[in-house]
Nanobody, 119 residues
Framework: QVRLVESGGGLAQPGGSLRLSCVASESPGSINAMGWYRQAPGEERQLVASIVGGGGGGVYPHYDDSVKDRFSIARNNAKNGVTLQMNSLRPEDTAMYFC?????????WGQGTQVTVSS
């Protein structure tokens, strides 16, 4: 079982920035793939960004088209975690953001952190 704990999020103005962090604890091993999903009210959960690798080899980030060139995902290998830097935020980025990881054929989820973009 993997426990994911998110931090960051909150309220930002359009054009502003926020940074989300996620740390995995109680993991049976090093996690190779992590990511962030988001879910707005009444909508399905969607993958925002993911990253594979980071254990000394190459890293391979992937972004949804809606956030490409605005968001940046990075691994924090020392803490078995992942961050999501969100710049040029838009009102449509408002959602609950969930950290996730894939390990041993299973997908694990954090509790989520709210991001609200509003003036």
């Amino acid at each position: 079982q993997v426990r994911l704990v998110e931090s960051g999020g909150g309220l930002a103005q359009p054009g502003g920035s926020l940074r989300l962090s996620c740390v995995a604890s109680e993991s049976p091993g090093s996690i190779n793939a992590m990511g962030w999903y988001r879910q707005a009210p009444g909508e399905e959960r969607q993958l925002v960004a993911s990253i594979v690798g980071g254990g000394g080899g190459g890293v391979y980030p992937h972004y949804d088209d809606s956030v490409k060139d605005r968001f940046s995902i990075a691994r924090n290998n020392a803490k078995n975690g992942v961050t999501l830097q969100m710049n040029s935020l838009r009102p449509e980025d408002t959602a609950m953001y969930f950290c996730t990881c894939w390990l041993l054929g299973q997908q694990f989820w954090g509790q989520g952190t709210q991001v609200t973009v509003s003036s």
